[in-house]
């Protein structure tokens, strides 16, 4: 059991996070799901989405990623550098995370959770969406400890990780059926570098968050499997 419940005080000042409790029904907190925006968003949507998980015995951290975009664009990137791509413009999501997987890792995971409040590595998934997900599977890689599990919506595996050593964490990735990140070569690296990889493919173009109850579905499964609890995780629907 951990020692104390996660809060404001135990993680350095500089971080934006917000934390959110296990419901009431299951005051107990065995697991810990850290959430990760995706690129130009904020902490702020994805705290509403650790209320909505409701999952029992379990404690939401939304992170903010640490810089923000330029040109007063808004919202915040876990890349360590904003490239642009020449060919659609669009805004590469995959510039390094040397500086994200520090945060998430060092300050989030083994200061914060692990020795200030007694968690297992174990005991703490991660979820990201686009560049937040990409950010998830390099702080998986750097891990010497096997983590609860990922949750990797539209983010593929970022080129700086090799598929030299294979990394314990299991990984459920969703993308859609075109117009994804989530292409054969990408799903093949993952696979290459991560022991245990499913993925689900949905019936739509782009790599969105899930829509509805069926696209949400293998999430609440994984997190069935993966999650510690007393009390069992529910397959119900979550409105996104």
């Known amino acids: 059991m951990p020692t104390r419940l996660p809060n404001q005080a135990g993680f350095p000042t500089s971080l934006v996070l917000s934390i959110t409790p296990p419901p009431a029904s299951s005051p107990r907190t065995t697991n810990v799901l850290i959430l990760l925006h995706g690129l130009g968003d904020n902490s702020a949507s994805f705290t509403n989405l650790g209320k909505q998980l409701a999952l029992p015995e379990t404690t939401c951290i939304s992170l903010q990623a640490p810089t923000p975009l330029p040109f007063e664009l808004g919202g915040f990137l876990w890349g360590d550098d904003v490239t642009f791509d020449q060919a659609s413009g669009q805004m590469d999501h995959d510039t390094g995370f040397t500086k994200a997987v520090k945060i998430i890792k060092q300050d989030i995971i083994e200061d914060g959770l692990v020795r200030k409040c007694g968690y297992k590595p174990r005991e703490i998934l991660l979820f990201g969406f686009g560049q937040g997900a990409m950010a998830a599977l390099a702080t998986a890689a750097a891990m010497a400890e096997e983590l609860g599990g990922i949750v990797a919506i539209g983010g593929p595996l970022p080129s700086s990780i090799t598929s ?3 990394v ?8 859609g059926s ?4 989530i292409t054969r070569t990408a799903l093949d690296r993952l696979k290459a570098a991560f022991r245990d990889v499913e993925y689900q493919k949905w019936n739509r173009a782009g790599d969105g968050m899930p829509r509805n109850r069926d696209e949400m579905l293998p999430i609440m499964r994984f997190f069935a499997r993966r999650l510690k609890s007393r009390a069992g995780v529910p397959e119900g629907s979550v409105e996104i």
């Open 168 to 175: 314990k964490t299991p990984v459920l990735v969703l993308g």
């Open 164 to 166: 030299a050593r294979s």
């Open 178 to 181: 075109s117009s994804t990140l």
